[in-house]
């Protein structure tokens, strides 16, 4: 029972490959999709109080893992809502969009359970190589083919992330002797503070910077979100995201709550991905590039909590990227709705969506007021949350970065909706929706307002789960 949203998962990728054997199976893999995502909400939920260790001690099952488990079947079934009729990948590559998009997921379900590192190696590439593929999948046009060279890209610069990543790894194993994350814990702690630890947890957490699009990992962002398929840049700006701040926490707890070198590693690069990011956005034309330089921004936002070093910080990081993951789809569905033929969207294309289609125009504004920070959205209280961590711990130069940065975001934000409610539609036509867009609008918006009026019971659930996130060796098992 344990185990079972990861076999309703395997068992839907299996039953995605079959449907991909037949000719014509485009709107029968999306119903599968569809199906598959449901039923892992159902059994992430059901499961949601299961504890277990499997597979020789290499496999946790926690209230930490089921949590962000039910968030991912979650963000899967809006993703699988959003891909609609996939108008820019080409008709005889559907079906296999949806069976690596589930192949995706599951790797992201495994990744935030597994406690050793070479399982969670093996996640991490299970959940990155579909990706890579779903990027390449983009229908060709005669003036563009620069999906080929986003999905080069986005590969080269992963493989090589990763390569760090297990250089980094390699540190810790000859430090303590053991794969095992919780043995490596107990083994680690009296020499924290050596300049090897030090290196050997910065090091392996660039890989995870990469996923994260944190500064100086994030050359590939911009690029992959234009040059990918509408529907595929919303899965990279959100899903992956979440797996990526998980997977910190576990590596990021190992370090000494008072470890002055990797607060002052982490806090540059918080800073520097924030500037970066939102400077660099106020010069975009394209709306799926701003929101690509927006993320690295937001990256560093998220990394405003790891400062802390504690499990108020680790929590607010949490908290920050699962309401995240809300606010960037609820751009993402009116990207994929206001585009012609599955093309990018420019600003001025946003002109008069309050009277094509308002439910379009009202989704917009919720999400970007959202990531802007303003009250009683999600994205206020995720930054209220982060910045009320690092300040506990005295941080107060990365609280005011922090803050000067959202207030330079306010302003290419503002500039999207007076595109979108400020200006003359132009002659541009009406925007037909159907019932699983509104459906799904009405769901973005319900999540962006419940986690920002409500967040108690979110934010309490999360740090309870954090409270057993590294526990004490009890196994002769976990040892070896």
Not at 15 to 33: E, I
Not at 41 to 50: D, K, S, Y
Not at 142 to 150: C, K, L, N, P, T
Not at 325 to 336: G, K, P, Q, R
Request: glycine share 8%; net charge neutral; charged share 15%.
């Amino acid at each position: 029972m344990a185990f079972l949203p990861e076999l309703v998962l395997l068992a839907g990728a299996l039953g995605l490959f079959v449907v991909c054997l037949g000719d014509h199976g485009a709107r029968r893999a999306r119903m599968t999709a569809l199906a598959v995502s449901v039923a892992t909400m159902i059994a992430c939920a059901f499961c949601l109080g299961q504890e277990a260790v499997l597979f020789d001690g290499a496999y946790r099952v926690d209230l930490f893992s089921q949590i962000l488990k039910l968030v991912f079947a979650f963000g899967y079934t809006l993703v699988v809502l959003l891909s609609g009729g996939l108008d820019d990948i080409r008709e005889d590559v559907k079906p296999e969009y949806h069976l690596f998009l589930a192949l995706s997921v599951c790797g992201l379900v495994l990744l935030v359970s597994c406690v050793d590192i070479i399982t969670l190696v093996v996640a991490l590439e299970l959940s990155s190589f579909p990706l890579y593929l779903l990027v390449a999948m983009r229908r060709e046009r005669e003036d563009r083919r620069s999906q080929m060279e986003s999905a080069i890209k986005y590969m080269m610069f992963g493989i090589a992330a990763n390569g760090i990543m297990l250089f980094g790894m390699s540190y810790l194993f000859g430090l303590t002797g053991t794969t095992s994350l919780p043995v490596m814990v107990e083994k680690l702690r009296p020499i924290l503070h050596t300049p090897l630890v030090i290196a050997g947890i910065a090091i392996t957490c660039c890989g995870l910077l990469f996923k994260l699009a944190v500064f100086p990992f994030h050359f590939w962002t911009p690029d992959v979100y234009q040059g990918a398929s509408n529907e595929t840049a919303g899965v990279i700006a959100s899903l992956s995201k979440i797996g990526a701040v998980a997977v910190l926490v576990r590596f990021i707890s190992l370090a000494s709550p008072d470890s002055r070198s990797l607060v002052i590693l982490l806090t540059l690069l918080a800073a520097v991905s924030m500037f970066y990011g939102n400077l660099i956005a106020l010069m975009q034309k394209d709306l799926k590039r701003l929101l690509g330089f927006s993320g690295i921004a937001h990256a560093g936002y998220a990394l405003v909590g790891f400062v802390a070093l504690d499990n108020a910080g680790y929590t607010a990081a949490l908290y920050y990227i699962v309401g995240y993951l809300f606010m960037v789809l609820a751009c993402f569905v009116v990207i994929c709705k206001v585009s012609c033929d599955g093309d990018n969207v420019a600003m001025d294309e946003l002109a008069g969506l309050h009277r094509r289609s308002p439910l379009l125009a009202l989704t917009l504004v919720v999400g970007i007021f959202s990531l802007a920070g303003v009250p009683p959205f999600v994205g206020f209280m995720g930054k209220l949350t982060l910045l009320s961590a690092a300040l506990a711990k005295g941080h107060l130069f990365l609280v005011i970065v922090t803050v000067v940065n959202t207030a330079i975001a306010i302003y290419y934000y503002l500039c999207i909706i007076r595109e979108a409610c400020f200006r003359d539609a132009s002659q541009r036509p009406a925007i037909a929706l159907d019932g699983s867009t509104r459906a799904l609008c009405v769901l973005l918006m319900a999540g962006i307002l419940a986690l920002g009026v409500l967040p108690a019971r979110v934010l309490d659930g999360v740090s309870a789960s954090l409270t057993s996130l590294n526990p004490p060796v009890a196994t002769k098992a976990a040892q070896r």
